[in-house]
C-alpha cells in the first residue's frame, strides 16, 4: 500500500450568498494514494471544482485541513498543475511558446523540442508556430493539456479537461 499524497480531512468551505452563507462542501474526507487516479463526480453547481481550487491551494477551507506529501496545503506550486475549466492559455505566444512558458527552471535542455514533443503528443504537430486564435476549441483544450504534461508535475489536478473534445479524440 503506498503512502497517501493526499490527505482532505473534514474540509467545509461556505460563499456569501444573497441569501446569506451558502455552504457549498461541508465536512468532506478523502486519501488520495500516489499514483492512485480519481474522478470527483457530481451535478453541476455541487462543488466539484471548489473542492480542487482547495486541494490545489488556490482557495482556503473555512475548517478542517488538506495535506499533500503529509505538509499543510500553503499555496499552489509547481508540484501540481491545474488545468482549468475556463482555460488559461496564453492568446500573445504561439503554441511552442505557451509549452516553453512553465520551462523557467534549470535542466530542461532543448525547451523548444521538449515543448514540440508534448505538441505531437496531443496531436498538434504542424501547430507548433501557431496562435490560439488559429485553433479550434478541442486544439486549445489539447494546449492546455500538453502545457500541463511537458513541467512534469507531480499532481494534475484537472476541472472537466475533456469538455471540448470529442469521443474519438479522448481515446485517441
Ligand atoms: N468565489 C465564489 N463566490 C461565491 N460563490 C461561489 C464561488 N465559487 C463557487 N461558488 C458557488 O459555489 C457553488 C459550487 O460551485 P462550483 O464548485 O464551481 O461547482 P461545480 O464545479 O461542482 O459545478 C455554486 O453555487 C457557486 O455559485
Ligand atoms: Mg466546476
Redesign the pocket.
Known amino acids: 500500500m503506498s503512502a497517501r499524497k493526499i490527505v482532505v480531512e473534514r474540509v467545509t468551505k461556505s460563499?456569501?450568498?444573497g441569501k446569506g452563507s451558502?455552504k457549498?462542501i461541508d465536512g468532506v474526507s478523502l486519501g488520495i494514494a500516489d499514483g492512485e487516479f480519481v474522478a470527483i463526480v457530481?451535478p453541476?453547481?455541487?462543488?466539484?471544482?471548489?473542492l480542487l481550487n482547495i486541494v490545489a491551494g488556490f482557495e482556503r477551507p473555512d475548517e478542517g485541513t488538506v495535506e499533500i506529501d503529509g505538509a499543510p496545503q500553503a499555496g499552489p506550486s509547481p508540484k501540481g498543475i491545474v488545468i482549468s475549466q475556463h482555460g488559461s492559455v496564453f492568446p500573445w505566444l504561439t503554441v511552442q511558446q505557451n509549452l516553453m512558458f512553465g520551462l523557467n527552471g534549470e535542466g530542461h535542455g532543448d525547451k523548444a523540442a521538449l515543448a514540440d514533443h508534448y505538441a505531437a503528443m496531443v496531436g498538434l504537430k504542424g501547430f507548433e508556430k501557431s496562435y490560439p486564435h488559429e485553433l479550434s476549441g478541442g486544439m486549445l483544450k489539447r494546449v492546455e493539456l500538453a502545457r500541463a504534461f511537458v513541467v512534469k508535475p507531480e499532481i494534475l489536478y484537472m476541472d472537466e479537461p475533456f469538455s471540448a473534445l470529442d469521443a474519438l479524440m479522448t481515446c485517441a
Open positions: 460563499f456569501p450568498s451558502l457549498v457530481g453541476s453547481g455541487c462543488g466539484k471544482s471548489t
